[in-house]
Each structure stands twice: as C-alpha cells, then as structure tokens.
C-alpha cells in the first residue's frame, strides 16, 4: 500500500472519528432541544408558562440530561451485556489478536523466545530428555514463532 493511500485512510478515519463522535453529537443536541422546544414547548401553554424562553428550558433539560446519559453510559459498561459485545466482536475481528503486532513484539521479545525455546530445545536433546512427542511440539511452536515474526498470522480471526 503507497504511503499516499495510507494517509488517505488515515484522513478519513479521523474525519469519521470527528464527525461521529463530535461533531454529529454537538448538532444532534442542539437539534433535539430546538425542536422539543419549538415544537413540543411552544404548543402547550401551561409548559409555555414554566419555559416561556428557550434558555431556561436548555440549562435545565441539560442539568437533567448530562447526569441521565452518564448514567446511561455507566450501565451499559458496567452492567449491559451490550458492551461485552462490542468487545468481543471487536477482539474477534483485531487482526493484531492473531499476528505480532509492529515494534517490540516482532523486532525484540518474540525473537527472544524463539531462541529461548530453540535453546532448551538443544539442552534437552543433549541431555537425551526429549521425547519425539514433545520435538514435534516445540518444532510446532518455532515454526508459530518464526510466521509471526516474518509477519504471518496464525490462528483464524472469526468474522460475521
């Protein structure tokens, strides 16, 4: 992939992003306060006689709703099967839950056990102490080691 086709998909990452979560969340408020107001409000006198401007029913309808939707929030954290699903739909679908991910991971640590594993494999085959069950396994694991680290995945992402 270009460099260039990467920065357009990271552009467009952010401008979703923003517009999601911002942007669309700042009109969406303001719509619905406007229209509550303007049409619900403004048609029923005795509610016109509690808000007979739009300010005052805004900074209530805020003080009400903020604390509402943090609650709202929380349950569905805390409480809701609703987020567990969301993470587990999104670790099901991170590719980087089946490969290694850039840095560290691929250029240090998994290096380190695959020598690590290929050394005890020598130590134990001097010492006569490995069965050709457990070579097969360890030969198993270095090759799992060694796809990782050319940049291969193994195991399959679930998706759907």
Do not use: C
Request: glycine share 10%; hydrophobic share 45%.
């Amino acid at each position: 992939m270009s460099r260039f086709v990467a920065y357009i998909g990271r552009l467009w990452y952010y401008f979703r992003t923003g517009y999601a979560i911002y942007l669309t969340f700042l009109l969406g408020y303001g719509s619905t306060l406007v229209t509550v107001y303007y049409l619900a409000i403004k048609n029923v006198p005795q509610l016109l006689d509690i808000f007979p401007k739009f300010w005052p029913f805004a900074i209530l309808a805020t003080a009400i709703g903020v604390p509402m939707a943090v609650g709202l929030g929380w349950v569905h954290m805390k409480r809701s099967v609703g987020y567990t699903s969301e993470v587990d739909i999104g670790v099901e679908a991170n590719p980087y839950n089946y490969k290694l991910m850039p840095g560290y991971w691929r250029e240090a640590f998994t290096p380190l056990y695959l020598e690590l594993l290929v050394q005890q494999k020598k130590m134990m085959q001097a010492q006569g102490m490995l069965s050709e069950e457990d070579k097969t396994r360890i030969e198993d694991l270095e090759g799992r080691l060694r796809l990782l680290i050319a940049g291969g995945m193994t195991g399959k992402p679930r998706r759907g």
